[in-house]
C-alpha cells in the first residue's frame, strides 16, 4: 500500500515536471516564407532551426513541404490563411471546415505537426487594402474557430489574426494616447473581444526599420535597443526605442477599450540586409542581436513586463517576393536564401546562431559579360531588363551591396542572377552574344557585393545533356519497340 502510494506520487511529480520543462523549454521563434526560386529542402531548414533553438515557426500559408518537414520535430506551428481566401471563409462555416479538415486535423492525426494556432488573413486592415479585407476578415475568424471546435480543435489549436501597427495610432504622438484607427475601432473590438472569449491572442507586426524607412527625420538610434537616441518621455516613462514605445501605443489602444489584458504576440519583427541604405548585415545584426537580448531575458516594455511571444522576420531571403515595399523586402532573412550566415548572433547561454549544413550546390560557374562588349549595343539594355526581369537585381539598388558597380559590372551581376535562378541551363547565358560563362567568381575583393551561385533543386541540366539526352531517349524507344514485338509474338501464339 505504501509502496504504491509512494510510485503514484512519485509518476504524478515525474509527470508534473516533465509537463513543466517542456511547457518552459526556452526558445526562439521565427517566420518562414516560402516565396522563393530556390527554396532550402524543408528537412534541412527544420535542422537548421532545432541547431539554433527555434521551436516555434509561422507559415503564411498550409505549405505541405514545409508541413510534412515539421512532422513529429517537436517544433510548434502557426499556419497562415492568405488574405485571397477570407471571402470565400467569410461565407460558407462549411468552407472553413473543408479547410481546417485538409490544413489542420490531417497534418496534426496523419503526420504529428504541432500546430497551435491558425492566423486568419494577414494584415488585413492595412491602409494600402482600402478596405478590401475588412468586411470578411471578423466572420472567416468565427468560421475557423467553429470548424476546429467541430474537429474537436478547440483547446489545443488558437485562432488569431496578425495585424500591421498602422491599425492603431496616437492623436498626441504619445504611446499613452494609443488608440485604434477610427475606420476599423468597430471591428478590432468585436474581433478582440472574440477572441478572448475562445483563448485566443491577438497578432501585431511591429517594423523599426520601417518607421526609419518612412520618415527621414526619424532618429536612426531611437529604431535600435541599445540606441543613444535621446528618450521619448510619456509621463513618468521614458522610452528609449520605437518597438516598446510602438508596443505600448498598443497596450494603450487596447486599455481604452476595455482590454488591458488581452494577450499579444508579434507575429513579425526583424531588419533587412540589402536592397536600402539602411539595410546592411551591421545594422540587422545591431538590431537582432538587442532583440535575442530581450527574449533571453524575457523582458518586457514599461507598460507590459511579460514580454510577449516574438516571431522573428524570417528565417531566409525570399527571391520572388514582391517589392511593393521596396527593394529590401527579398532580405529580410536571418540567414541568407541558401541557410548560410549572414551575420554572427548570441543566443545566450553560451550558444552562438549556426548555419544549414548538408546544402548541395550548382557548379562553381558563373555568367558575366564578355569582355569585347561595347555597352552602347543596343540589345545591352534589353539584355539587363530582360535578366532583372525574371532574376533578382535588387542588390544593385542605390544603397546596396552591389550598387557600387560600373555599367559592364552591374550587367554581369544581373547576367549572372538570371543564369543561376534558371539552375545554370545553357541558354540562359546567351545575352545576344553578349554574356560568357567563367570559372573565376567575379565577386568584387572589396566590399559586400556577392555573385550568387544556387542551390541545386534537381532542375539543372547534368553535364553533358546536349549529346546524352537524345541517347536516352532512343534506348527507352528501342526498349518499347521490342518488347512490344515480343508482346505481339506472345498474343499470336496464346
Ligand atoms: C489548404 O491550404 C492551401 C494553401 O493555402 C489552399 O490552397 C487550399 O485551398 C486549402 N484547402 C482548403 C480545403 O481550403
Ligand atoms: C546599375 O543598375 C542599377 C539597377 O538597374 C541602376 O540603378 C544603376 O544606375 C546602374 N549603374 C550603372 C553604373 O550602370
Known amino acids: 500500500m505504501g509502496f504504491q502510494r509512494f510510485t503514484t506520487c512519485f509518476l504524478l511529480a515525474l509527470c508534473i515536471l516533465s509537463q513543466s520543462l517542456t511547457k518552459g523549454t526556452f526558445g526562439f521563434a521565427c517566420n518562414w516564407g516560402t516565396r522563393t526560386t530556390h527554396p532550402l529542402p524543408p528537412e534541412i531548414l527544420v535542422k537548421l532551426m532545432k541547431d539554433n533553438g527555434i521551436n516555434k515557426v509561422k507559415l503564411f500559408e498550409a505549405e505541405p513541404t514545409a508541413l510534412k518537414a515539421l512532422g513529429k520535430s517537436g517544433i510548434q506551428v502557426m499556419v497562415g490563411i492568405p488574405n485571397d481566401?477570407?471571402?470565400?471563409?467569410?461565407?460558407?462555416?462549411?468552407?472553413?471546415?473543408?479547410?481546417?479538415?485538409?490544413?489542420?486535423?490531417?497534418?496534426?492525426?496523419?503526420?504529428?505537426?504541432?500546430?497551435?494556432?491558425?492566423?486568419?488573413?494577414?494584415?488585413?486592415?492595412?491602409?494600402?487594402?482600402?478596405?478590401?479585407?475588412?468586411?470578411?476578415?471578423?466572420?472567416?475568424?468565427?468560421?475557423?474557430?467553429?470548424?476546429?471546435?467541430?474537429?474537436?480543435?478547440?483547446?489545443?489549436?488558437?485562432?488569431?489574426?496578425?495585424?500591421?501597427?498602422?491599425?492603431?495610432?496616437?492623436?498626441?504622438?504619445?504611446?499613452?494616447?494609443?488608440?485604434?484607427?477610427?475606420?476599423?475601432?468597430?471591428?478590432?473590438?468585436?474581433?478582440?473581444?472574440?477572441?478572448?472569449?475562445?483563448?485566443?491572442?491577438?497578432?501585431?507586426?511591429?517594423?523599426?526599420?520601417?518607421?526609419?524607412?518612412?520618415?527621414?527625420?526619424?532618429?536612426?538610434?531611437?529604431?535600435?535597443?541599445?540606441?543613444?537616441?535621446?528618450?521619448?518621455?510619456?509621463?513618468?516613462?521614458?522610452?528609449?526605442?520605437?518597438?516598446?514605445?510602438?508596443?505600448?501605443?498598443?497596450?494603450?489602444?487596447?486599455?481604452?477599450?476595455?482590454?488591458?489584458?488581452?494577450?499579444?504576440?508579434?507575429?513579425?519583427?526583424?531588419?533587412?540586409?540589402?536592397?536600402?541604405?539602411?539595410?546592411?548585415?551591421?545594422?540587422?545584426?545591431?538590431?537582432?542581436?538587442?532583440?535575442?537580448?530581450?527574449?533571453?531575458?524575457?523582458?518586457?516594455?514599461?507598460?507590459?513586463?511579460?514580454?510577449?511571444?516574438?516571431?522573428?522576420?524570417?528565417?531566409?531571403?525570399?527571391?520572388?517576393?514582391?517589392?511593393?515595399?521596396?527593394?529590401?523586402?527579398?532580405?529580410?532573412?536571418?540567414?541568407?536564401?541558401?541557410?548560410?550566415?549572414?551575420?554572427?548572433?548570441?543566443?545566450?547561454?553560451?550558444?552562438?546562431?549556426?548555419?544549414?549544413?548538408?546544402?548541395?550546390?550548382l557548379t562553381k560557374q558563373w555568367c558575366v559579360i564578355s569582355s569585347n562588349t561595347n555597352v552602347l549595343d543596343p540589345s545591352f539594355a534589353e539584355s539587363m531588363s530582360k535578366a532583372c526581369t525574371y532574376a533578382d537585381c535588387t542588390s544593385l539598388a542605390p544603397g546596396s551591396s552591389c550598387s557600387g558597380l560600373d555599367t559592364k559590372g552591374n550587367a554581369s551581376y544581373a547576367f549572372n542572377m538570371y543564369y543561376q535562378t534558371l539552375d545554370q541551363r545553357k541558354d540562359a547565358c546567351q545575352f545576344n552574344g553578349l554574356s560568357v560563362v567563367t570559372n573565376i567568381d567575379p565577386s568584387p575583393s572589396q566590399g559586400t557585393c556577392h555573385f550568387e551561385i544556387m542551390i541545386d533543386i534537381g532542375k539543372h541540366e547534368s553535364k553533358s545533356t546536349s549529346s546524352a539526352a537524345p541517347r536516352i531517349g532512343i534506348e527507352y524507344f528501342m526498349v518499347m519497340l521490342v518488347s512490344s514485338f515480343i508482346i505481339i509474338l506472345l498474343s499470336l501464339f496464346i
Open 85 to 361: 481566401m477570407l471571402d470565400l471563409l467569410a461565407t460558407s462555416v462549411n468552407n472553413a471546415i473543408a479547410w481546417v479538415d485538409q490544413n489542420v486535423s490531417s497534418y496534426i492525426s496523419k503526420i504529428g505537426v504541432d500546430i497551435r494556432y491558425v492566423a486568419v488573413g494577414n494584415e488585413a486592415f492595412l491602409k494600402t487594402y482600402n478596405g478590401r479585407f475588412v468586411q470578411s476578415t471578423f466572420p472567416a475568424i468565427k468560421n475557423i474557430q467553429a470548424a476546429l471546435i467541430k474537429a474537436g480543435l478547440g483547446r489545443q489549436v488558437k485562432v488569431t489574426t496578425p495585424l500591421n501597427a498602422d491599425v492603431y495610432q496616437s492623436d498626441s504622438g504619445l504611446p499613452s494616447g494609443g488608440n485604434f484607427r477610427p475606420d476599423i475601432q468597430n471591428q478590432m473590438i468585436s474581433i478582440i473581444k472574440f477572441l478572448s472569449q475562445n483563448g485566443g491572442p491577438l497578432t501585431f507586426n511591429i517594423y523599426p526599420f520601417l518607421s526609419l524607412d518612412a520618415d527621414p527625420n526619424f532618429p536612426k538610434e531611437f529604431a535600435f535597443f541599445d540606441g543613444s537616441a535621446s528618450p521619448v518621455v510619456d509621463g513618468s516613462i521614458s522610452y528609449t526605442n520605437v518597438f516598446d514605445a510602438n508596443f505600448d501605443t498598443l497596450i494603450s489602444s487596447l486599455e481604452k477599450n476595455g482590454f488591458g489584458s488581452m494577450d499579444v504576440i508579434i507575429g513579425e519583427v526583424g531588419w533587412p540586409t540589402d536592397g536600402n541604405s539602411n539595410a546592411n548585415a551591421k545594422s540587422a545584426q545591431r538590431f537582432n542581436q538587442g532583440l535575442v537580448n530581450r527574449i533571453v531575458k524575457k523582458q518586457g516594455t514599461p507598460k507590459r513586463p511579460t514580454p510577449p511571444e516574438i516571431y522573428m522576420f524570417a528565417l531566409l531571403d525570399e527571391d520572388a517576393k514582391s517589392i511593393d515595399p521596396g527593394p529590401f523586402e527579398r532580405h529580410w532573412g536571418i540567414f541568407n536564401f541558401d541557410g548560410s550566415m549572414k551575420y554572427p548572433l548570441n543566443l545566450g547561454s553560451g550558444k552562438s546562431l549556426v548555419g544549414a549544413r548538408g546544402v548541395k550546390y
